[in-house]
């Protein structure tokens, strides 16, 4: 027996239908799809806190350039209670304003995770209802055997 004609007999006896290998292949995918969320997460995670970090390190870093030139050059760095107050009350509605923009995200990344778990649930009710029109078009179209 050819090499050739033993390989095409261990194919046919090992051999499953087409949508038994896509299911396998689609379900390793998902399985290796899964298991990388973690680690993109805490990837996308530890970018921010970096960029965090260097963006208030760089403000600091020209706060600092900023008052040692002034210090060094004599300049006045008073400023009146009036101009004070409107610094810091600009920085309080900054921070009220950052804290309702967390919690609209909070609020749609969760609106978004609940819709795609009501996708979820529903696939198998559609392909229920889809199974049920195919077997009526089915049943339609062909003839019974006798």
Same mark, same amino acid.
């Given at each position: ?44 995670? =530890? *970018? $921010?806190?970096?960029?965090?970090? +260097?963006?208030?390190? &760089? ?5 600092? %350039? !900023? ?47 609940? =819709? *795609? $778990?009501?996708?979820?649930?529903? +696939?198998?009710?559609? &392909? ?5 029109? %195919? !077997? ?11």
């Amino acid at each position: 027996m050819s090499k050739q004609t033993q390989t095409f007999e261990k194919q046919t006896q090992t051999s499953e239908n087409i949508f038994d290998v896509y299911k396998k292949n689609v379900e390793k995918y998902f399985e290796n799809v899964i298991d990388a969320v973690p680690q993109h997460q805490q990837s996308l995670t =530890n *970018i $921010q806190s970096e960029w965090y970090k +260097a963006w208030k390190n &760089t403000i600091s870093s020209a706060i600092s %350039l !900023q008052q040692e030139f002034a210090t060094k050059t004599g300049i006045n760095t008073d400023i009146p209670e009036a101009a004070k107050t409107a610094i810091v009350d600009t920085n309080k509605q900054i921070i009220k304003a950052r804290s309702v923009q967390n919690q609209i995200i909070q609020a749609t990344t969760d609106a978004i995770q609940k =819709n *795609i $778990q009501t996708w979820n649930n529903s +696939a198998s009710t559609f &392909t229920d209802l889809n199974r049920n029109i %195919l !077997q009526s078009w089915i049943s339609t179209f062909t003839q019974p055997r006798n």
